[in-house]
């Protein structure tokens, strides 16, 4: 953590601009996922104000989503959890309740040249060369959803290199892991429409039937896009929760 203010904005209170060096260490990757913050006393001299300044800056942190505090242990550079995802939009139990875990296969990765549409979502120069992996979920043997993701080229190349073994059911630990790329946080939009033929084939529908379909646009720390997928679901398993409190 540098413990410097920026002085090119003298009129923004002490704690904003901590907050503002704060977030750029965790945007730039100097605090990374999981990693502790100083203590609120640490960070107070280390920038030479009081402590209840340095509380506001957290308490900023904190209510913007990119630090959480944990009771006991201290305050933590968040990181956002996708494995219950798909829990919101489709019925993941039997019918005793059980929890069901869905099980990828992945079909295909390969490089193609981007269309004009997905390297826009992306922010990519036109006909950036990216990469697509194909996958289908499965839940007890039966098709539940078939994916296709769109990564950049240049930041996950590493993917190539990957055994089919070494893929798992969660991309973004892989994401992490192989290309030091992490996923913050990610928006989806839901819509209905017809299945065009390959994903029909693979969800075990006839072309033509209409299915669930999940646009989804995932962003690294730096609010950069990272990915973008398409996913297709089955109707007859589709469940849509959401929370509100």
């Known amino acids: 953590m540098q413990a410097n203010l920026q002085q090119d904005e003298p009129r923004s209170p002490r704690y904003y601009r901590i907050y503002q060096a704060m977030l750029s ?3 730039q990757g100097s605090l990374k996922p999981g990693d502790v913050l100083p203590s609120e006393m640490h960070i107070a001299q280390s920038y030479g104000v009081a402590p209840g300044t340095a509380r506001k800056a957290i308490d900023m942190l904190v209510d913007r989503g990119w630090v959480e505090r944990q009771h006991g242990k201290g305050t933590f550079v968040r990181r956002a959890d996708f494995s219950h995802s798909l829990a919101r939009f489709f019925r993941l139990t039997d019918r005793e309740g059980v929890q069901l875990h869905p099980k990828s296969e992945l079909l295909d990765i390969r490089v193609v040249p981007g269309t004009t549409d997905i390297c826009h979502h992306l922010d990519l120069p036109d006909d950036s060369e990216l990469i697509q992996i194909e996958r289908v979920r499965r839940v007890d043997e039966m ?3 078939h994916e296709v993701i769109y ?3 240049t930041r996950f190349q590493s993917l190539l290199n990957l055994p089919p073994d070494a893929w798992g059911d969660l991309l973004y630990p892989l994401y992490e892991q192989v290309c030091g790329e992490v996923v ?3 928006t989806d939009t839901l819509s209905v429409g017809p299945v065009p033929e390959s994903p029909a084939h693979h969800l ?13 646009l995932a962003r690294g720390y730096d609010e ?3 990915e973008w997928r398409l996913s297709r679901g089955r109707l007859d398993w589709f469940h ?3 929370d509100i409190r």
């Open 25 to 27: 260490d965790i945007q």
């Open 240 to 242: 849509y929760s959401f």
């Open 224 to 226: 950069r896009p990272l």
């Open 184 to 186: 913050f946080r990610a």
């Open 151 to 153: 990564l950049s080229r």
């Open 143 to 145: 098709p539940l959803l």
């Open 204 to 216: 075990d529908l006839p072309p033509g039937v209409q299915v669930i379909e999940i646009a989804r």
